[in-house]
């Protein structure tokens, strides 16, 4: 399924409208440079699934009233609830573009390759 999202073509209804069809394809784009909105949400104003019926000029503004960045007030319980679930996929292995990234570094669980008078010493200060 990993393979398909990543390489298939895109499939819709046969009545979804073309406007419909263009912004998901936008929005969908395999290609974050070319991906609909990556040079501002104006892009996405300006497509016509949203700019042939509204006037962006008429609507109110909105400006959702938060306490933190971690504020979920305004999203309903019916999600906010759920408990997080790890997406796993199977036989995923990182691009070789990825894997350079991380070039020179090594993880091990166990911290074997740490010292004995490494490991006495704490992290953080007194």
């Known amino acids: 399924m990993y393979q398909r999202i990543l390489h298939d073509p895109l499939r819709f209804p046969d009545d979804m409208s073309q406007e419909a069809r263009s912004i998901i394809i936008g929005l969908l784009n395999r290609d974050p440079a070319r ?5 501002g949400g104006e892009e996405i ?3 016509p699934f949203f700019s042939r019926y509204i006037d962006w000029n008429r609507c109110p503004p909105f400006k959702p009233s938060v306490e933190s960045a971690l504020d979920v007030a305004n999203f309903d319980s019916e999600f906010t609830s759920e408990a ?18 991380f070039r020179g570094f090594t993880y091990n669980p166990n911290n074997e390759h740490l010292s004995e008078s490494a490991g006495a010493y704490p992290i953080m200060g007194h």
């Open 35 to 39: 991906r609909l909105g990556n040079n």
């Open 45 to 47: 104003k300006r497509h």
């Open 84 to 101: 997080a679930l790890d997406s796993v996929v199977e036989d995923s292995h990182l691009s070789e573009t990825v894997q350079d990234q």
